[in-house]
T-cell receptor, first 115, second 110 residues
Framework: ETGVTQSPTHLIKTRGQQVTLRCSSQ?????VSWYQQALGQGPQFIFQ???????GRGNFPPRFSGLQFPNYSSELNVNALELDDSALYLCASSLGGGAFAGELFFGEGSRLTVL | GQNIDQPTEMTATEGAIVQINCTYQ??????LFWYQQHAGEAPTFLSY????GLEEKGRFSSFLSRSKGYSYLLLKELQMKDSASYLC???????????FGKGTRLSVIA
């Protein structure tokens, strides 16, 4: 167990709605990365937060946004949901570097289904 | 950009040895990682290679050849609990995030 917790674990939304996913990082970790994993695919990098600032972003549209709080927990927000947004959303924490360093500690993920 | 290729599925017998290959193309290179992901669970770190050669960790070993853009994960004495997806991930040089392949789904049968 990595100590990274995500909520909710499962949720169902309809097209056009908005969703907020939450992540509590492992104690002592100041960097949070978010990944999207579609069924049968590897995780795709969405963005990363370090000390409350976004410091890297993958090839995702602006309707994917996030926040990191002073306690290093994080949120992922997705607006105007589309069917293709259905996926497992993984949060990973690390101490510095994060997705840019390599060794990531993942949470169990939030499985989003968009109908 | 980066291109990471690994087989989609493999099947092996309990007690046997299996090798999962990964080839990659990157403009730079700063390490190759293997992660294990059981169905419905989070990926967990298995190994890291940045220099050529073999890294051994118990029943698992990982090999890297930078000149060939090639790595493999070797699992020995397979157990049923080794049934999982195995993700190859590459770190390019510079300020770039870890990029994952699509994963190899390994089924261990009796």
């Amino acid at each position: 167990e990595t100590g990274v917790t995500q909520s909710p674990t499962h949720l169902i939304k309809t097209r056009g709605q908005q969703v907020t996913l939450r992540c509590s990082s492992q104690s002592g970790h100041n960097t949070v990365s978010w990944y999207q994993q579609a069924l049968g695919q590897g995780p795709q990098f969405i963005f990363q937060y370090y000390r409350e600032e976004e410091n890297g972003r993958g090839n995702f549209p602006p309707r994917f946004s996030g926040l990191q709080f002073p306690n290093y927990s994080s949120e992922l927000n997705v607006n105007a949901l589309e069917l293709d947004d259905s996926a497992l959303y993984l949060c990973a924490s690390s101490l510095g570097g994060g997705a840019f360093a390599g060794e990531l500690f993942f949470g169990e993920g939030s499985r989003l289904t968009v109908l | 950009g980066q291109n990471i290729d690994q087989p989609t599925e493999m099947t092996a017998t309990e007690g046997a040895i299996v090798q999962i290959n990964c080839t990659y193309q990157t403009s730079g290179f700063n390490g190759l990682f293997w992660y294990q992901q059981h169905a419905g669970e989070a990926p967990t770190f298995l190994s890291y290679n940045v220099l050529d050669g073999l890294e051994e960790k118990g029943r698992f070993s990982s090999f890297l050849s930078r000149s060939k853009g090639y790595s493999y994960l070797l699992l020995k004495e397979l157990q049923m609990k080794d049934s999982a997806s195995y993700l190859c991930a590459v770190k390019d040089s510079g300020n770039t995030p870890l990029v994952f392949g699509k994963g190899t789904r390994l089924s261990v049968i009796a």
